[in-house]
């Protein structure tokens, strides 16, 4: 079994690198180090993208609110910061087709004096984008408005823009990279647990781990230690010291997931600012409508819940400007993240607040990489990575790759596959479509099992099928049913009642696959479901 081969490793070897956490930002570090030729070990406590990296709007962007803010403030750290995201942009949907697509959005404009405004900013962004952007930005009239985006309230439109970001699926994308980072040889696990930090003559030299499924404990040795956390850095560094100064300031973003007939099919809706200054979007996304965000102050040491209140909020603000009312009856899927925004100790504007990533290193030399956002995973990874190298002296056999290396699933993956795989497997449209663009490449790979254990779905109405549960324990490392169910494929975030519906035969598959008894089948079973009741 996979995960017994990577355990023996991250017991008996001593590595390079040692990176806490399997977020985007861990997983990104393991991948661009192992892809140097250096010996990388991650751990991760609970699942990859567990943390806040399954919980993003899903959207692959350089941030048009952030040149706003550029322009406004003549800021050039923030303008490099939307190029550099935009160069990031490109490369991702690059590097794994399969798991992106570019997204058209619409901002719909009631004031005549917002649309030369929003045409230029617009256009800026695109040439920013250089030749990468692929939706040249242009002006709506409010009359196409009317007969293109009928699910948006047109009492007073004026007319609008219309631009391209990037779109993704953001916990796959995760799982991807650790994938990704074991196919290059690091040794990486879900369900370790850094517990304590290691120090010798006054180095951090490694860390005390627990591995959560079996319970068992030792310690892992590295020449470099990275802590990329998220949410919760400063926890792992005071565990160096428990006096050291927190900072992060950790904020907590809802979303909410209604029928997918709410959104403007093959489109966007985003709203810059609504009446209190917040950035609202509302998504297609996996054929369904994702509303969100808020942002409230939150602790990394509660689990993030999309409260009444944030539900409310979100409601309100999507009615104020959809046609078609959403009630509270219509949320079919909840959710909620910790943005894990980092104080800069070295920062000198007032602010305070980094715009960027920021890498610090504590006494004892652990590094420690936060703030960024999802699309800039790869470009932080290479910044910690080149700092590790240099503060250790690692010997890289290669420069950073990561820019021209395709993820798991993007060799062999060609969108006009689904028809193959319909007619060769004698798959529904939507399911072969699905297994396309998770598995890209690998599609054919997972549809090879419907031979084995057949072909039914998980849940009715949803393109998901039993044989990926097969594939995912086997070789996607997925070991508890929300591994399944929210991670890998994505049913707990986008319909909790069915995913509660398939949670038993999940779990029955799991158990055949990971040899679990009917006492651990019970466990996880409860466990699941308080998750999903309680929201995800
Ligand atoms: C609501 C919201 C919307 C967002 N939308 C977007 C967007 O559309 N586009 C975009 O680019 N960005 C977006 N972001 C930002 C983006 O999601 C984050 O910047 C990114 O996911 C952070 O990844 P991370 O790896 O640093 O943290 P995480 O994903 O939280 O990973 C940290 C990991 O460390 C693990 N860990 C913690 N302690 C230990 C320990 N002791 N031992 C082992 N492991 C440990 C945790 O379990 C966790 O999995 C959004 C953020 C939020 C909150």
Redesign the pocket.
């Known amino acids: 079994m996979e995960r017994e081969r990577l355990l023996g490793r991250l017991r008996s070897e001593r590595f390079d690198l040692l990176v806490?956490?399997?977020?985007?930002?861990?997983?990104?570090i393991a991948l661009d180090a192992a892809a140097r030729g250096l010996k990388v070990a991650l751990?991760?406590?609970?699942?990859?993208?567990?943390?806040?990296?399954?919980?993003?709007?899903?959207?692959?962007?350089g941030?048009v609110r952030y040149l706003e803010l550029a322009f406004k403030r003549l800021d050039r750290v923030q303008y490099r910061l939307v190029r550099d995201?935009l160069a990031e942009r490109s490369i991702l949907l690059r590097i794994a087709p399969h798991l992106t697509n570019w997204l058209p959005l619409f901002t719909p404009l009631y004031r005549t004096y917002q649309l030369p405004y929003y045409w230029i900013g617009l256009k800026l962004y695109d040439a920013l984008a250089g030749e990468a952007g692929e939706i040249p930005s242009r002006f709506v009239s409010s009359r196409e408005a009317r007969a293109r985006f009928p699910q948006v309230k047109t009492e007073g439109l004026r007319g609008g823009v219309l631009y391209g970001d990037g779109q993704f699926d953001?916990a796959r994308m995760?799982v991807t990279l650790a994938l990704t980072a074991i196919g290059q040889g690091a040794a990486v696990a879900n369900y370790?647990?850094?517990?304590e930090l290691v120090q010798r003559e006054g180095r951090i030299i490694g860390?005390a781990?627990q591995d959560r499924v079996s319970g068992g404990a030792w310690e892992i040795e590295a020449r470099a230690v990275i802590n990329?956390?998220?949410?919760?850095?400063d926890?792992?560094r005071q565990?160096e010291d428990a006096s050291a100064q927190p900072i992060l300031q950790v904020?907590?973003?809802?979303?909410i997931v209604v029928d997918g007939t709410f959104s403007i099919p093959e489109a966007g809706l985003l709203i810059p600012k609504t009446e209190d200054g917040r950035v609202l979007?509302v998504l297609p996304w996996l054929g369904h409508t994702l509303i969100?965000?808020?942002?409230e102050s939150a602790s990394p040491d509660e689990p993030?819940i999309a409260g009444d209140e944030a539900v409310e909020y979100l409601l309100r603000h999507a009615n104020r400007y959809l046609t078609r009312r959403v009630e509270r009856a219509d949320i079919r899927a909840s959710w909620?993240?910790?943005?894990?925004l980092i104080r800069d100790p070295r920062a000198t504007d007032t602010a305070g607040l980094a715009r960027d990533h920021v890498i610090v290193e504590s006494p004892r030399g652990m590094i420690t990489?936060?703030?960024?956002?999802?699309?800039?995973?790869r470009k932080?990874a290479q910044d910690a990575v080149d700092y590790a190298i240099r503060q250790a002296g690692l010997e890289a056999a290669a420069p950073c790759r990561t820019a021209a290396l395709p993820l798991v699933g993007a060799e062999g993956f060609d969108p006009a596959n689904a028809l193959l795989l319909e007619t060769r497997y004698g798959l529904d449209t939507d399911v072969a479509q699905n297994l396309l663009r998770a598995y890209g490449g690998r599609a054919e790979q997972v549809a090879e099992l419907l031979r084995e254990v057949g072909s039914a779905r998980l849940a009715l109405g949803h393109p998901f099928l039993e044989a990926e549960v097969v594939w995912e324990a086997r070789e996607e490392l997925a070991q508890t049913p929300l591994d399944v169910l929210a991670r890998r494929t994505r049913l707990a975030f986008l319909d909790q009642a069915a995913a509660k519906a398939a949670l038993p035969r999940v779990v029955a598959v799991l158990a055949t696959e990971l040899g679990w008894d009917s006492e651990r089948q019970q466990r996880e079973l409860e466990s699941a479901l308080r998750t999903i009741e309680t929201g995800i």
């Open positions: 806490i956490g399997g977020g985007a930002t861990g997983c990104g751990v991760e406590r609970e699942d990859f993208g567990s943390g806040t990296s399954s919980r993003s709007t899903k959207l692959i962007h941030g995201a953001d995760n370790v647990e850094v517990v860390a781990v990329a956390s998220g949410p919760w850095s926890r792992v565990m904020s907590s973003g809802a979303h979007f969100g965000t808020t942002d993030p909620s993240g910790l943005r894990p990489i936060g703030g960024g956002k999802w699309t800039t995973y932080m």
